[in-house]
């Protein structure tokens, strides 16, 4: 079992990362809470995976467990279904002495985490992920959100968690699309700040494959330390935290442009870290031997994402509508080199318009526009 501590001044959480650990490690988590309810919020999905996984886990407690059921898919990751949640808490008469557990993926984590955040101005929660994505994206870090349709995660709120256990023995339920989903944001972290664990994870990409647990491990360890550092120097993403949206430029206007429905977050993001590492060779900050060791890499595993019919006028309203946007520009994560990255601010949605356009001429195997 691995180990992390994120430490943000005045708050602190552990995070561990293994193999059958959850039946030991979430009861000692709990007990150190004294709450009078435990609402579990996971989805069908899961639900059917593991029927009262987390209730059999705490049944030595002897305290209320309940269960709020959501719809499975990033399509219910709205204000609708979180009022759901709300519902949920309120018929149970939650307080504010009642934990929250997300038991899911990405958008259990985020959904549960923004009703803790908001539900009697405040109640803590355990992140449980079971997505690969999860693991080393949104499960940590204390981003929570839902989409609206204008534009992904643009309703939310910063709420750490109180623990975070990550059993990794729940990926083997994944299939293989979930896996390449969540390898693509671990490779994330090595581009933008660590070449070594690109490089791990270029000479173990078979991992998607044999499912190595000790791998695994090692490169989510290496993956959440990164992440943890960025974000108990920048929080409430006030500069640096920033960096943590390469690919997301693009990713986040694939996923609205097509209504949530047709890609997962890690796909979306995949082919948004091919645009911005072209992006970074056209505009002159990336060599051409280290765009083309990223881009042989990710294209191993991006799928070919096909957009609807598409004008200026629209890409730039969504691209401005993204919450890494002001009034008329982004700031757009751009790299140097492998492991190093740095903040374009105020890129104009013109500039990135016309790379995208040479993008997709030149790159059709990652990105096209349906015009018919």
Excluded at 318 to 329: C, S
């Amino acid at each position: 079992m691995q180990t992390v501590e994120v430490q943000i001044p005045g708050y602190e959480y552990t995070i561990h990362i293994g193999t059958h650990i959850l039946d030991q490690q979430l009861p000692q988590a709990v007990r150190q809470f004294g709450v009078d309810l435990i609402v579990v919020v996971t989805n069908t999905t899961i639900h059917e995976l593991y029927p009262f996984c987390i209730q059999q886990c705490l049944e030595a407690s002897k305290q209320q467990i309940e269960t709020c059921i959501l719809p499975d898919g990033e399509q219910y990751k709205n204000l609708d279904t979180l009022n759901q949640i709300y519902d949920f808490l309120l018929k149970k008469r939650a307080n504010r002495k009642t934990l929250v557990i997300a038991f899911g993926g990405g958008v259990i984590g985020d959904m549960a985490g923004f009703a803790a955040a908001t539900f009697m101005r405040g109640v803590p929660y355990i992140q449980v992920p079971t997505t690969l994505l999860a693991d080393v994206d949104s499960s940590i870090g204390g981003k929570t959100a839902v989409n609206h349709s204008l534009g992904k995660n643009t309703i939310g709120a910063f709420k750490q968690p109180v623990y975070v256990c990550m059993e990794l023995n729940f990926l083997k339920t994944l299939e293989k699309r979930e896996l390449i989903a969540g390898f693509f944001e671990l490779m994330k972290h090595g581009i933008i700040h660590d070449a070594q664990l690109f490089t791990f994870l270029k000479n173990h990409q078979n991992v998607l494959e044999t499912l190595d647990f000790s791998v695994l491990e090692e490169a989510i360890e290496a993956s959440c330390r990164i992440k943890a550092n960025v974000v108990e120097q920048d929080e409430k993403e006030q500069g640096w935290r920033a960096t943590l949206n390469f690919g997301h430029t693009l990713g986040h206007f694939i996923e609205t442009h097509t209504n949530y429905t047709s890609y997962l977050h890690g796909e979306a993001v995949g082919t948004g870290m091919v645009f911005a590492a072209f992006a970074s060779r056209e505009l002159g900050f990336l060599s051409e031997a280290a765009y083309q060791d990223i881009v042989s890499f990710l294209q191993t595993l991006a799928c070919s994402i096909q957009l609807p019919a598409l004008n200026y006028p629209l890409f730039k309203d969504l691209i401005l509508h993204d919450k890494k946007a002001n009034q008329q520009a982004v700031d757009f994560i751009l790299i140097r080199n492998i492991g190093e990255c740095f903040i374009h601010n105020n890129t104009s949605p013109e500039l990135i318009w016309e790379l995208f356009q040479k993008f997709i001429d030149t790159h059709p195997w990652a990105c096209q526009v349906i015009t018919s």
